[in-house]
């Protein structure tokens, strides 16, 4: 059976612009405190924590989705990447991220699932209210 991660989180910004904040490398990197290699072109490379997570752009509809192969130095070799699913939309004054992250390997799963929040929505929030 497949693994899946769902997850959402209301930010203070509007859709839009967390969409560009995920796929701008300069902004990510900001709010993550770590360079970042992303662009939004389908083929693109993605490289974030020093390496610790590393993918493929597969896909993107300006300003609502982000498709990602994903995959941790966490996988064992033999682990196909992961698939990352970002939806961005507007909610209430600011914007909701909703996650679905499949395939993370049974050993990874709860570390990916908390990396989330302790790596991404945390920092982003941080850095949006500062």
């Known amino acids: 059976m497949r693994s899946v991660i ?5 930010l203070p910004a509007p859709g839009e612009r967390l969409f560009d904040m995920f796929v701008s490398a300069d902004l990510h990197g900001a709010f993550t405190g ?7 072109k389908p ?11 590393s993918g493929t752009m597969l896909e993107t509809v300006r300003p609502v989705v982000v498709v990602l192969s994903w995959r ?4 064992q070799e033999s682990d196909p990447d992961s698939t990352l699913i970002l939806h961005f939309n507007d909610h209430d004054g600011g914007g909701v991220v909703d996650l679905i992250h499949l395939d ?9 699932t908390n990396g989330w929040q302790s790596y991404y929505w945390t920092p982003w929030r941080k850095y949006l209210e500062s």
């Open 6 to 10: 769902r997850q959402s989180v209301v």
């Open 34 to 40: 770590s360079p970042v290699t992303i662009d939004e």
């Open 43 to 53: 083929g693109s490379p993605f490289t974030a924590f020093d390496g610790a997570l």
């Open 72 to 75: 941790s130095v966490n996988f």
């Open 104 to 112: 993370v390997p049974d050993h990874d799963f709860e570390g990916v």
